[in-house]
C-alpha cells in the first residue's frame, strides 16, 4: 500500500533466531481510508520490547479539540524576582519615569487608573521579564530532572541503537548495552536530585510559608483534576460546544448573584461623617503590607508589584484612592470581578455542585479596606458580643474552642446544651445587599 523498505514495514523482529514479521496494524474505517496519508514504522530506543511503534499520517478536514487535561502553554511575568532588591530597584525605576512623565493635573478616575495600571504592569514586565508556563514544545509537559546531562545520554543512546540496527555487530551491540545502563544511571540520579531539592524545598515552605507549602500539597494529594467537556442546561439538556458551555455559566451566575426577590431599600441623605477627608499614605502602606497571596484580577495587577512600590509608587497609588475617594466613583477594573467555579462533590456537568470564587483587583481591595479600617472604630462598638463573623479573634478556630469549654462545662456539670445549626445554601452568593445598607445606615 504505501512503499517503504523492509526495516520500516516489519514491526516485530527475534534477534536470536532472526525472525522477522509485520504483525502489528493500524485500523481505520472506511470513510477515513483517503485520508491516510502514509503509514510506516518508527524504530526507536525509547520502547524497550521486540514490537517497533507504527504510525499513521492522516489529514483531517475540521480541527480536533483540545484534550482533555492537556498542558497549555502559558507566558507569564516572572514576579518572582521581585524578591530581589536590585530587581525590585529597576521596577520602581521604571515606575518614576512612567509617574513624571504623566502630567500634574488630575483627571478623572478612569483616565489616572488606565495609566497607573498599564505604568505599572510594563514595569514589571521590563523589570522582570517573561516565562514559559505549561506545555513545552511539541506539547510534552517540561520535567525538572531533564537536564542537559540528561539529554546528552538519551540522544547518545538513540545513536546507538541506531549504529546496532544498522550494523548487528557485537561491538555495536556492547557499545548500545552501555549507553543503555549509562543512560539509566544518569536518569535515576537526576530524578532523585530533583525529588530532594523538591522535598527541601516542601520542608522549607512548611516552617515559613504555609500557603505556598499547601498550593504545592494539594495537587499532589488530590491527583490530577480533570475538567468537564459539558453541562447540563437548565432543562437537563446536555451541552457540549463552547459558546453553550459559556452561556449556561453565565445564565447559572446571573440567576445565582442577582436575585429577584429582594425588597427594595431607599438610600438615605448623607450625614457628616466623623473620617478624616483625605487617605494618607501612611493608611495605604500599611494596607498594602498586609496583602496576602493573592491572585490578581482583570487588571493582572499581583500583590508583588504593590508590595514593591516606593515612596513615589504608593504616593500614586494614595493619589488614586482620593480621587476614588473625592468622587465617589470608582474605576470599572475595580468593579469587575473573575468569577472561578470551583468544582466541590457531586457530578461535574452541573453547576450547582461548584462554588464561586471571584478575583478582584488589589488596588481596588486596598481603596476598599482603608475604607473598612476608617469605619469599623464606629461600627465596632455597636455590634452585640454574640456576633462573631468578620471580627478579629472571632475565627472558626476559636468558635471551636469556645464550644468545645461548654461542651466539657455542660458534661462536667450535668448541664443540658442547646445548640442550633443552619446551612444556608448560597448563603453569601444570595446575601441582601439592600437590607445589609439599612442596617449600616441606622
Not at 129 to 155: C, F, I, M, Y
Not at 260 to 276: K, R, Y
Amino acid at each position: 500500500m504505501f512503499k517503504h523498505k523492509g526495516a520500516h514495514r516489519y514491526t516485530w523482529y527475534q534477534d536470536t533466531l532472526g525472525r522477522r514479521s509485520m504483525i502489528d496494524f493500524v485500523v481505520v474505517s472506511s470513510d477515513l481510508r483517503p485520508h491516510v496519508l502514509d503509514t510506516r514504522v518508527k524504530r526507536g530506543a525509547e520502547l524497550s520490547t521486540d514490537h517497533h511503534l507504527v504510525v499513521s499520517w492522516i489529514r483531517l478536514r475540521r480541527r480536533m479539540p483540545d484534550r482533555l487535561g492537556r498542558p497549555k502553554r502559558i507566558v507569564k511575568v516572572c514576579w518572582e524576582r521581585l524578591a530581589d532588591p536590585s530587581v525590585r530597584g529597576v521596577f520602581n525605576s521604571h515606575l518614576r519615569e512612567s509617574f513624571n512623565q504623566i502630567l500634574r493635573e488630575v483627571g478623572d478616575i478612569e483616565s489616572e487608573w488606565t495609566m497607573f495600571s498599564s505604568s505599572i504592569v510594563d514595569a514589571a514586565i521590563r523589570s522582570c521579564g517573561h516565562k514559559v508556563s505549561g506545555a513545552g514544545r511539541g506539547g510534552n509537559p517540561r520535567t525538572q530532572w531533564r537536564t542537559l546531562e540528561v539529554r546528552d545520554v538519551v540522544q547518545l543512546k538513540k545513536e546507538s541503537y541506531r549504529a546496532w540496527l544498522a550494523r548487528r555487530t557485537p561491538e555495536a551491540a556492547e557499545a548500545y548495552r552501555q549507553a543503555k545502563q549509562t543512560t539509566a544511571v544518569v536518569v535515576s540520579e537526576a530524578k532523585t536530585r530533583v525529588w530532594e531539592e523538591f522535598s527541601e524545598a516542601i520542608e522549607k515552605d512548611y516552617q515559613t510559608a504555609s500557603g505556598k507549602f499547601w498550593q504545592t500539597i494539594r495537587p499532589l494529594r488530590r491527583g490530577k483534576q480533570l475538567s468537564a467537556n459539558t453541562v447540563y442546561s437548565g432543562g437537563r439538556e446536555l451541552l457540549a460546544s463552547t459558546g453553550d458551555i459559556v452561556g449556561r455559566w453565565k445564565e447559572y451566575f446571573e440567576d445565582l448573584l442577582n436575585p429577584t426577590d429582594m425588597p427594595s431599600v431607599e438610600e438615605p441623605e448623607a450625614e457628616d461623617s466623623e473620617v478624616d477627608s483625605f487617605i494618607t499614605q501612611s493608611e495605604v502602606t500599611e494596607v498594602v503590607q498586609l496583602l496576602g497571596d493573592k491572585a490578581p484580577g482583570v487588571d493582572e495587577i499581583r500583590p508583588e508589584y504593590l508590595k514593591s512600590l516606593d515612596v513615589v509608587g504608593l504616593s500614586w497609588l494614595t493619589c488614586l484612592c482620593n480621587i476614588a475617594w473625592g468622587s465617589g466613583t470608582v474605576p470599572l477594573d475595580w468593579a469587575t470581578g473573575v468569577v472561578i467555579p470551583l468544582f466541590k462533590k457531586g457530578d461535574r456537568r452541573v453547576c450547582s455542585n461548584y462554588r464561586r470564587i471571584t478575583l478582584l483587583s488589589l488596588p481596588g481591595k486596598v481603596y476598599s479596606r482603608v475604607l473598612e479600617s476608617r469605619v469599623r472604630p464606629l461600627v465596632e462598638p455597636r455590634i452585640q458580643e454574640e456576633q462573631c463573623g468578620f471580627r478579629p479573634s472571632r475565627g472558626t478556630l476559636d468558635q471551636l474552642y469556645t464550644l468545645h469549654r461548654v461542651l466539657e462545662g455542660s458534661w462536667e456539670f450535668a448541664q443540658p446544651v442547646h445548640m442550633c445549626f443552619v446551612d444556608l445554601e448560597k448563603a453569601f452568593d444570595r446575601v441582601p445587599h439592600g437590607i445589609l445598607w439599612e442596617v449600616f445606615w441606622e
